[in-house]
Structures are given as structure tokens and as C-alpha cells.
């Protein structure tokens, strides 16, 4: 069993269940609108739940209805970053969940589209451009991979045994599965690399002088590491929604300007005919939020509760320059969630009765998705359909009480 993890920013929640077909006018494709740029579209798309921040196109982590599951972290390597708009790496998780039925092929989805068009824009809703490159984390019923990025050029491990963790910062060293075909000439090109022993993509491409935020992601990236030693080979659902609200190890991030506002946890039978399960919370901060398990199945409940609103042409970043200004992109659960933390801090009490509340609730729908991989239980084709619809339903429910 597949387990795929991912804790990032995300202010939106969205699902768009339409099979594409391509159509073509007068023998010209048709485009793919992204973030900043257009690509070419594809004759068919798949099914995808995402968790993305709200003003992009693109997603911070998702999945498709063939159980691929992608996230991804931002890095900062030897390789400049390109202030001019290309894809973002966020793009690129979209694009690979759309257009993929195995994280192998989504690795090739990526990569391909990344040597194409390139990354670059910036990555953070305000004047000021905050730019970066890309990793990946990819997985599907059978296997993972971790992609790695720096400008054009990539590195691919595909993960043969057990857990791995991403988090803000070069990770691949000779255990290169695949690469861009100039990867090493272009290295050796810009002396970075010898052309004599190894090649370690973590070593070579890696800033000599990391920055503070480089430094504050190493410790995470060990801390996750030690967490999931210490949990090898009983590592669980439950167990990974405990390490993403570890706020002790900086994992789930809630200083320093950032704070988690996006989890999202997979379960991916290798057994074909049990359904693979997604659990996000949709708002922010892990350790006080809600998993609430997602399901692909014919004619999902649309969940308007955790859609953002919309803007369109008036969105800030449509407008020339970008981002000169806020707008308030909130979806409804955010705001009653946001309610009820405000309330946590301020009275201790009413934070620990709610807090148990919300551990209640999440206890039982973990151990309902567990009996029903089990067998031991069944949810009727509604019920399955409206599963995640009635989580959002009785999360604000509880909101309210």
C-alpha cells in the first residue's frame, strides 16, 4: 500500500471531474490556459481533485481518478531562477494529474512539458515576485518518485523501499533513475562539475551558501526523515496526519510569515479493486484541522463550501502589473474555520472541548475508511458520492455549535 503525504500553502480546494476531448478548428490545437502561459492541449484529460492556492491555475498537491497523487516543494539551486512567466511548478502538478494514469508517466508529463516551456513567474500572490524552482513527489498503487528540478534541467529517483520526504531542498544524489539529456554537459559547462567520479545532483547543483530558509528546511527535512524512521513499517493514515501536524519539527509551519493552510494524505491499495482514498483538510493548520476522506466515484456531490470565489477579469492577477492588490479568496469553510481558531486561542477551555470534537470526528472517519478498505463496511454509490460533501456539511456543523 502506497502512502503519498503533502503539507503546503493552498487556499482553495477544487474538483473538476470533466473527461476533455481535444478539439481541433481548421487543423490548429487547441490551448491549455495555465497560470501565465498557454500550452498545447491534449486529445484527453482525467478526472482530479486539487488543493491550490486560489489566485493560480495550477495545485500545491491532488489527485486523479487512476490514483496518481502529485505534490510538490519550492528549492532554490546554482541554476538561476527566470523572472520571466512561464509554468509554474504548481502548473506542472495540474498538468501531470490531467494528463497521467501512472506516476511513471506523469514524471514523463512533466519533465517533458518543463524542457518545453520552462519554469518561471512568480509564485506568491504579492507585488514583490517570490520565484523558485521545483521538486516533486509522485506516487500511484505500485510506486513513487521524487523529480528535482533547476531551470529546464531535472533529475528523477524512482523510490524502491521505504518512506520518503521532500521539503525545500535538493535530495537526489547518485541515485539517478532518469535526467534531462544535458544535465551533466550543462554542469560541467558552468563548473560546477568535473565530468570525473559521481554525479550527485543534490552536490552539484545545490547553492554553496545556502540562505536562512534553506537552512530552516534541511532541519525539517530531517526531522521528517527521523518521524518516519520511527514509524517504520507500521506507518498508517493516522500516523502521517500526526507527522504533518508536528509543529515541534517545523513541519507544519505557523511562524515566520508562513503557516500550513493545506494537508493532504493518499491511501493507494495495490489491490486494484479497493478504491484509493484521499483525505484533505482544506484549511489551515494540520493540528488543528479535519481529514476528510474523498473518493472518485460517478457523480460527486460538488462541494461549493470549499470553492473560493472568483473574480475574473478584475482578479489582481489578470490586471497589468499584478498584484497591486488584495482580494479576500476564502472559501466558506476557511472562514468558519478560521473562526473557530481565533476562538481556540483566545479561551482554553472552548480550545480544548472543540479540539476533542474535531479529534472525534476524525477518529471516526479514519476508522470508517479503514473498515471499508477492510470490507467490513459499505457505503451505497450516494453515499460515496456525497462523502466528502457531507464531511464539509458536518465540519461546519460542529463549527457552529
Not at 528523477?156 to 520518503?164: C, P, T, Y
Request: charged residues 25%; negative net charge; glycine residues 6%.
Amino acid at each position: 500500500m502506497t502512502q503519498i503525504v503533502q503539507d503546503e500553502p493552498s487556499f482553495c480546494f477544487f474538483l473538476d471531474l470533466a473527461r476533455r476531448q481535444k478539439a481541433c478548428v481548421c487543423g490548429e490545437a487547441e490551448e491549455r490556459e495555465c497560470t501565465y502561459i498557454e500550452v498545447d492541449q491534449v486529445e484527453k484529460t482525467h478526472a482530479v481533485i486539487l488543493s491550490r492556492p486560489a489566485w493560480l491555475w495550477g495545485a500545491e498537491m491532488g489527485a486523479n481518478e487512476h490514483g496518481v497523487c502529485i505534490g510538490n516543494e519550492g528549492v532554490w539551486t546554482k541554476e538561476p531562477v527566470a523572472e520571466e512567466e512561464a509554468l509554474l511548478g504548481m502548473d506542472l502538478v495540474r498538468l501531470g494529474l490531467e494528463r497521467s494514469s501512472s506516476a511513471q508517466e506523469a514524471v514523463q508529463v512533466i519533465t517533458a512539458l518543463l524542457e518545453r516551456y520552462g519554469q518561471g513567474g512568480s509564485c506568491k500572490e504579492e507585488p514583490t515576485p517570490f520565484i523558485y524552482h521545483n521538486t516533486f513527489l509522485l506516487a500511484d498503487r505500485t510506486e513513487a518518485w521524487v523529480v528535482e528540478t533547476a531551470g529546464r534541467f531535472w533529475a528523477a529517483q524512482r523510490i524502491r523501499e521505504g518512506a520518503r520526504n521532500i521539503s525545500n531542498q535538493l535530495s537526489i544524489g547518485t541515485d539517478i533513475t532518469s535526467e534531462h539529456a544535458g544535465l551533466r554537459q550543462h554542469a560541467r559547462e558552468q563548473g560546477w562539475w568535473s565530468g570525473q567520479g559521481a554525479f550527485s545532483f543534490l552536490e552539484v547543483f545545490s547553492l554553496t551558501h545556502q540562505p536562512v530558509r534553506m537552512e530552516a528546511a534541511k532541519a525539517r527535512y530531517c526531522a521528517g526523515q527521523q518521524l518516519l524512521h520511527q514509524h517504520s513499517g507500521q506507518i498508517t493514515a493516522e500516523t502521517i496526519m500526526t507527522i504533518l501536524s508536528d509543529k515541534a519539527s517545523g513541519i507544519c509551519v505557523d511562524s515566520e510569515g508562513f503557516c500550513t493552510t493545506g494537508s493532504m494524505v493518499s491511501v493507494l491499495p495495490q489491490d486494484p479493486h479497493l478504491p484509493c482514498i484521499h483525505f484533505f483538510t482544506a484549511t489551515p493548520d494540520p493540528s488543528r484541522s479535519i481529514f476528510k476522506p474523498f473518493i472518485f466515484v460517478p457523480n460527486v456531490t460538488f462541494f461549493h463550501q470549499v470553492q473560493s470565489p472568483t473574480f475574473g477579469d478584475k482578479d489582481p492577477v489578470r490586471e497589468t502589473p499584478r498584484f497591486q492588490r488584495q482580494v479576500d479568496r476564502r472559501h466558506n469553510l476557511y472562514r468558519e474555520h478560521q473562526l473557530v481558531l481565533d476562538t481556540m486561542d483566545r479561551n482554553e477551555h472552548e480550545r480544548q472541548r472543540l479540539q476533542e470534537i474535531m479529534r472525534k470526528f476524525q477518529r471516526q472517519a479514519l476508522e470508517a475508511m479503514k473498515n471499508l478498505l477492510a470490507g467490513s463496511f459499505t457505503l451505497k454509490p450516494q453515499e460515496l458520492a456525497d462523502l466528502f460533501y457531507d464531511c464539509v456539511v458536518t465540519e461546519i456543523k460542529l463549527y457552529k455549535q
